[in-house]
């Protein structure tokens, strides 16, 4: 069974931090570009962030850049989302998805996987 897990949700105070981890089992995640997106309520989905399969392109929306961190796990099925100083407008469920990369284009997608998404609250 092909699938992704999306893990380290949580709630969390204005500045703080979570990592959140994108597990695959029964294909290689090592072989796809991850992509991570998000969608609060009422709102459309986002692109968060993405990563080519080696690791060397990685793209971050304006709203997130300087504060997360796309990588690759150091086991080939694992991918993570580092995210610091986080601010109440990052509430959102958080998705990862295992699709290509587009050198052309510099973007991730078509998506092949995607996981069932993790909750991330930030609240004072």
């Known amino acids: 069974q092909t699938q992704l897990v999306e893990s380290g949700g949580g709630s969390v105070q204005p500045g703080g931090s979570l990592r959140l981890a994108c597990t695959a089992s029964?294909?290689?995640?090592?072989?796809?570009?991850i992509g991570w997106f998000r969608q609060a309520p009422g709102k459309e989905r986002e692109e968060v962030s993405c990563?080519?399969?080696?690791?060397?392109?990685?793209h971050y929306a304006d709203s997130v850049k300087g504060r997360f961190t796309v990588s690759r796990g150091d086991t080939k099925n694992t991918a993570y989302l580092q995210m610091n100083n986080l601010k109440p407008e990052d509430t959102a469920v958080y998705y990862c998805?295992?699709?290509?990369?587009?050198?052309?284009?510099?973007?991730?997608?078509?998506?092949?996987?995607w996981g069932q998404g993790t909750q991330v609250t930030v609240s004072s």
């Open positions: 990563i080519n399969s080696s690791g060397g392109s990685a």
């Open positions: 029964g294909f290689t995640l090592d072989y796809y570009a």
């Open positions: 998805a295992a699709g290509v990369y587009s050198d052309y284009e510099e973007r991730c997608g078509p998506f092949d996987y």
